[in-house]
């Protein structure tokens, strides 16, 4: 079955590293997102590609960057992590646009020290 | 002003009964809607889409009111495994925005 994974499940990290999360889908869509998921925010657009070298910035891609260099995967990237950047985070991918369901992965739980 | 609005709840309902949870969004020209829900610590999974006419799946009902610009969900028959936090969202402009959820409690 197709389907949409995220590494690593769990990571703690140390103010300053760098750190690079994975997104992996099989469905072969072009739109991929990434959010982030705080207490009393919902989820926020980080940063999303509507295919193969395209990457568009959402409302909070401050210390965050993404690349895409094939249609299945989307890493993203801290730069120099901050304490403020602990938090869950989701992958999601859809066929579509308008009208079309996102699905997500897992998501990774992230802690900045 | 958010993009999406939603109560946050908890709505604490016992077995059985019906509740309803509304979402207000701020951009008239939004194209599509959906609820998705989400259980604690796991992904948002669809639970709908809404349509213009309004959808009814099992014992959810879901309606879209394009003048008030909101969204509802009813739940009838409320379930102890419905508990979970419902979350509205609207997709404008090829953008998914996301309500911060509305939490539901089901009890025995």
């Known amino acids: 079955d197709a389907e949409i994974t995220q590494s690593p499940r769990h990571k703690i990290t140390e103010t300053g590293r760098q750190v690079t999360l994975a997104c992996h889908q099989t469905w072969n869509h072009n739109n991929m997102f990434w959010y982030r998921q705080d207490l009393g925010h919902g989820l926020r657009l980080i940063h999303y590609s509507y295919g193969v070298q395209d990457t568009n910035k959402g409302e909070v891609s401050d210390g965050y960057s993404v690349s895409r260099s094939n249609t299945e995967d989307l890493p993203l990237t801290l730069e120099s992590a901050a304490s403020s950047q602990t938090s869950v985070y989701f992958c999601?991918?859809?066929?579509?646009?308008?009208?079309?369901?996102?699905?997500f992965g897992p998501g990774t739980r992230l802690t900045v020290l | 002003r958010k993009e999406v609005e939603q109560d946050p709840g908890p709505f604490n309902v016992p077995e059985g009964a019906t509740v309803a949870f509304n979402c207000t969004y701020s951009n008239s020209a939004s194209q599509s809607f959906f609820w998705y829900r989400q259980d604690c610590r796991k992904e948002p999974k669809l639970l709908m889409s809404?349509?213009?006419s309004g959808n009814e799946d099992g014992r959810f009902t879901a309606q879209l009111n394009r003048a008030s610009q909101y969204i509802s969900l009813l739940i009838r028959d409320s379930k102890l495994s419905d508990s979970a936090t419902y979350l509205c969202v609207v997709n404008n402009f090829n953008k998914f925005y996301f309500g911060s959820g509305t939490k539901l409690n089901v009890k025995p």
């Open positions: 999601a991918s859809t066929e579509g646009l308008a009208g079309y369901t996102q699905y």
């Open positions: 809404v349509y213009s």
